[in-house]
């Protein structure tokens, strides 16, 4: 087990160049980021074989995946099989911990690995499934910290930055390896950790960051919060904001409305707990600032492997067909999950980006977790859907609800929102017209349109939860 854990570990930093700063003003590493498909291909069929081998010996929940699936690592012979392995899904690994808690045996770090080089410990949010633990090594710290700094390149962050992370630290790998990689790049961080949002706003006044990572539902809160106290965010500091934890940039009127708020450009963040914990995608300072067409994610493919899957048989889809998001880690020492189903629907494109990068991108970003998919008197639909257009109205606030319940067997649509305080109450009727319109263009059901007077609905300061489908209680 020792020999293939180096043998692992000296592969994945065989490829990880540029490991100290950037090679120039536009690539962190050109040699990786521009390379041609080919050259993708080689380093992911290289990677995949020694991965396949290290987690079938240090891994006994993927030996005995394998062993069921009648399949042995010497199986894997190129890229071209990576098909052969069973997809790994989130259900499989609450079982796992179900069986052998804490850590279940998924991943490839015992307890002697994480008394002698561990470095910390994360654990999912638990919004589609249990929490599972994950206890990642130094090895993993500094790739991440690598690979979000590439990625942050991308996006135009430079010394002489500023960060404030709005983030409270959490064992939630949001924002850590943004952390991390700040760090690496030169670029001081101010962390937000336990303040309140006002002392927030007054970090941001007083010693004006540049940057500002948060979720995007609270940097619209934080937005709003400040001009409550008198500041104006499109006057402030922040010049670009990253986002994370929820599409961001990737959802038109979302991006339209940060902007303008802050006067920036909105960035994001791609990526999962499970297998995917740093920059799986993120978004390149051409993507955001185009004027026509869907923005991008683009995908780190050196370190990972990504599939579109059919939602039904879990076969790989064809290039430009929408379908469930699949990963293969290709860099972690605690967590090279093979073939792992996220789940987000997507649709990957090979073009290269006019920024210069050659990576596969998913266009129009992960728009929708099958998880989180509604089903609505047999229509289907996403709650970023529902987003976009309620997004779209200026007088319309940041906070709002999507409520599906049922009356006399018939599924009903409720968006509750709240007008802003400028709105007059009797313009409500009309405004509330205008939203059922949008929506049902949107997503083809009209909904029920419930206007609250402007602070009723709870602000997030994290996360934001804005689906409640009142069905699932009956």
Partial sequence: MADVRKQWLDLVNKYMLQ?????????????????????????????????????????????????????????????????????????????DVKVNPPWGTYTTVNDEIWSRRGWMMFATSGTTAAPRAFRHTLHDRDIWAWNDARA?????VKPGDIALIAFGYAPHVFLWGVHYALNLMGVPIIPRGSLDTRRTCMFINTFKPTILGATPSYALYLGDVMKEMGYDPAQSSIRLIITGGEPGATIASTKRRTEALWNCELHEFYGCTEASPTAGGYTCQYQVTRKDGPVCDHLTEDIQIWETVDPVTMEPVPLGQPGLSVVTNLFSEAAPLARFLIGDYTVLNYDPCPCGRTHARAVGGFYGRADDMLNIRGITMFPSAIEEAIRGFAEVGDEFQIVVSQEKMLDVLTIVAEPRPEVPEKEYPKLAKRIEDAVRLMVEIRPHVDLKPYGTLPKTEIKAKRVFDQRKLG
């Fill in 19 to 95: 490991p100290d700063g950037p090679a120039n003003d536009r690539f962190w590493v050109p040699e990786l980021e521009t390379c041609s498909r080919d050259r993708i291909k080689d380093i992911q069929g290289e990677k995949l074989l020694l991965c396949v081998k290290f987690l079938y010996e240090c891994s006994p929940f993927y030996r005995e995946k394998f062993k069921k699936a009648k399949l042995h690592p010497s199986d894997i012979k190129s890229l071209k099989d990576l098909s052969k392995i069973p997809i790994t899904t989130k259900t499989e690994m609450v079982e």
């Fill in 152 to 156: 942050m390149w991308a996006m135009g």
